[in-house]
């Protein structure tokens, strides 16, 4: 599709003026016609002896330069491009007064896949080109020719199989899409209805190539135009776009949605560390929910439109947003950002580097400094490609924008099985429940990477259901914290676990006197009660559940395994549970509200003799 604005731009001062030796009488008599018919508003007229002076000297290249400046007078873009064209393979050398025309061929014939004939016009437009921005996007699409003939050279598309998401007798067009962990098959995308221009958003199950059910997001969803949405991985969690909503910051802002009790909550605007006067759209949120990435066209940026991200403080709001600098963003357009559920690739659309022809996709390693690459056949082409999501199983779904004469051409979601790659991830799944009850708990589930102590994800167990589901990077020990209001929290170490899929159920002691809980990321070295490094994270869980519940005193345990005597035992469990006792009175916990003691070895509910520490409500 012509870019109007930049057709503007370059050729304005193009007008009818030929030299009358270089036409015959009835030519140069046509032209006048059509100019004065032109300077009246009749544009048929114009158009009509235009066509007359064609047909009167049809190999004459000037006489078709003079029609396409008359259908880019009329605004009709798509009729001119032809005679651009005929003039070229007429004589491609024009005078300088047409040379902008060279820009525009060469733009158009290469956005249209044609790239071996778009070489020449775009040659001719680098030699005398005077225009800054036109010259380099000229550059621009000089080397992508290059690249997008290798690169059907050298790709063997029999091996992909590209398939289409038929969505045509629902929507007039479709795009972003986007899927949840859980369930699995939920997609989110934005669409046109058949009869209407305005967007919303909507959540599909797919059957193959079908939607099984296709039904709108309300609450979300308004009079005005909301799409581009973005949810976390567990569902729960939902940043868009929502444009034109009454206390907004400018044209487009970003707003967020969580979904309790299977209902998507009232939006409400990320507010003015992520918005601006302008226009922030097309978001990207982590699995987590601690990461959100966006394309916004604020002042201040290095191109057109560029890449912003914005982290969650300690307190879960949304730190200031900040650009992602000159290696990702271009003179041009960067959008519709995609970190993939290992978090160490993003993915983006832009135009302004080389590929295809328009909007491409490339990708980057998260948080380098390397220099983006094109993905290449078969999910880029000549055609727009808008916006990306890589699933779990390692298939890819994308939008792609069709070439059309609408002012608002039609998108599809195609998508392609790829060979997954799961080893570097690790699913967890689970249920959190009330011990006693059984019933399902909202809970805050943390996972740390034990050798580090660095928190690799936080997610929550939903209320209704108790369910929850996180992927975390596929390491060898993790420590879990679960916790709920009104309960004992748990603490859990994992490793050596075997494959890419964990689950991991949790039952929470409500806090009652004589409720205990294992600490089980307390450690010591053998025959040694010195607190091994790993166990402060333990100590200030424990310290921080005291400091939420401030009228619980608890008893600290101490116990250990049947080696060695029955005294020997006693007094190593007691300086265990001592030393906990004197790393939380370093946590200003006071000593009224702790007791130790020590029990020796005693088998645990599994009939195990085990050297831990138990807390007890007392």
Not at 218 to 230: H, I, L, M, Y
Not at 516 to 538: A, G, P, Q, T, V
Not at 606 to 614: A, R
Request: charge should be negative; hydrophobic fraction near 35%.
């Amino acid at each position: 599709m012509i870019k109007k604005s930049l057709l503007l731009l370059t050729i304005v001062f193009i007008g009818f003026s030929v030299n009358a030796q270089d036409l015959k009488r009835k030519t140069e008599k046509l032209l006048e016609k059509s100019q004065n018919a032109l300077n009246s508003r009749n544009w048929n007229s114009a158009i009509q002896y235009m066509n007359e002076a064609v047909s009167n000297e049809p190999d004459n290249f000037q006489v078709h330069l003079e029609k396409a400046y008359l259908y880019y007078s009329v605004r009709d873009f798509p009729k001119m491009l032809p005679s651009l064209k005929k003039a070229y393979q007429l004589n491609p050398d024009w005078k300088a007064k047409y040379h902008e025309f060279y820009f525009v061929l060469g733009k158009e014939s290469f956005e249209n896949g044609n790239y071996e004939f778009a070489q020449g016009p775009i040659d001719k437009y680098l030699e005398k080109g005077y225009n800054e921005q036109s010259l380099q996007l000229s550059e621009v699409i000089s080397k992508s020719i290059e690249f997008a003939l290798d690169a059907l050279a050298d790709s063997d598309l029999s091996a992909y199989k590209v398939q289409k998401i038929e969505s045509q007798q629902i929507f007039r067009s479709v795009y972003f899409p986007f899927f949840t962990l859980y369930p699995e098959d939920d997609m989110y995308f934005t669409a046109q209805r058949l009869r209407s221009l305005e967007e919303g958003i909507y959540r599909a199950e797919l059957d193959g190539t079908k939607f099984k059910r296709v039904e709108e997001v309300p609450t979300v969803n308004s009079k005005e135009s909301e799409g581009a949405a973005a949810v976390s991985a567990d569902g729960r969690v939902m940043v868009f776009t929502g444009c034109n909503r009454r206390g907004g910051y400018g044209s487009c802002d970003l707003y967020i949605s969580y979904k309790k009790n299977n209902k998507w909550t009232a939006p409400e605007n990320l507010g003015s560390n992520i918005n601006t006067r302008n226009w922030e759209s097309q978001p990207y949120l982590s699995s987590d929910g601690r990461l959100l990435i966006f394309s916004s066209n604020r002042a201040g940026g290095i191109g057109k439109r560029d890449l912003y991200y914005s982290t969650k403080d300690i307190d879960g709001k949304w730190k200031p947003a900040k650009n992602l600098g000159s290696t990702i963003n271009t003179f041009a357009d960067e959008i519709s950002p995609f970190l993939d559920l290992s978090g160490d690739t993003l993915y983006f659309s832009s135009n302004g580097r080389i590929g295809m022809g328009g909007f491409d996709f490339f990708k980057v390693a998260w948080n380098s400094q390397d220099s983006p690459g094109n993905i290449g056949l078969p999910m880029n082409s000549f055609q727009d490609e808008t916006s990306f999501h890589k699933k779990l199983d390692g298939s890819i779904y994308w939008a792609r924008e069709l070439k059309s004469d609408e002012k608002y051409p039609p998108s599809e979601i195609l998508f392609i099985n790829k060979e997954a790659a799961l080893d570097s991830l690790l699913l967890v799944y689970g249920t959190v429940k009330d011990a006693s009850s059984n019933n399902p708990l909202e809970a805050s589930i943390q996972i740390f990477d034990l050798e580090t102590d660095s928190l690799l994800r936080e997610t929550f167990s939903d209320a209704v259901t108790g369910s929850y589901k996180v992927l975390i990077p596929n390491k060898s020990d993790y420590s879990f914290y679960v916790e709920s209001t009104g309960y004992l929290f748990r603490s859990l170490k994992v490793n050596d676990i075997d494959g890419v899929q964990h689950e991991q159920d949790f039952n929470l002691e409500a806090i009652e006197a004589g409720k205990s809980i294992s600490l089980n990321n307390i450690y010591f070295d053998f025959d040694s009660y010195e607190l091994d490094e790993k166990s402060k994270r333990e100590i200030e869980k424990i310290a921080e559940f005291l400091k939420n519940n401030p009228n619980v005193k608890i008893e600290i345990a101490g116990f250990t395994d049947d080696v060695g005597s029955k005294t020997y035992n006693m007094n190593l469990s007691e300086s265990r549970a001592k030393a906990v006792y004197q790393e939380l009175l370093k946590k200003s916990v006071s000593t009224e509200r702790l007791k130790y003691n020590g029990y020796g070895a005693q088998p645990q509910n599994d009939g195990v003799f085990k050297k831990l520490v138990k807390i007890k409500i007392i």
